[in-house]
Nanobody, 115 residues
């Protein structure tokens, strides 16, 4: 069964850091481009970061560039999102996804940035 399971979310103060993880199972993780998305209340889901299957190339939304780092460990079937200098506007549910047809989504992990 193809599955993505996120973890690592929580409540953090502005300026703090979190590292999200996404463990993949049921497919050849190293064969797929992977994304992190987020969705804030009342807003559309937006692409935060993307990484190629080898990890050699990454792309970021302008809103997180310089603060977030996407990475992967293909030996552990795990995708990461290191989030630094967090802002209240980063508050959202964060989802990992597999770039494929159909797209595969995880269940999401809540990140709340608040004093």
């Amino acid at each position: 069964q193809v599955q993505l399971v996120e973890s690592g979310g929580g409540l953090v103060q502005p300026g703090g850091s979190l590292r999200l993880s996404c463990v993949a199972s049921g497919f050849t993780f190293s064969a797929y481009i992977m994304n992190w998305y987020r969705q804030a209340p009342g807003k559309e889901r937006e692409l935060v970061a993307r990484i190629t299957n080898s990890g050699a190339s990454t792309n970021y939304a302008d809103s997180v560039k310089g603060r977030f780092t996407i990475s992967r460990d293909n030996a552990k079937n795990t995708l990461y999102l290191q989030m630094n200098s967090l802002k209240p506007e980063d508050t959202a549910v964060y989802y990992c996804s597999r770039v494929s047809v159909p797209i595969v989504w995880g269940q999401g992990t809540q990140v709340t940035v608040s004093p």
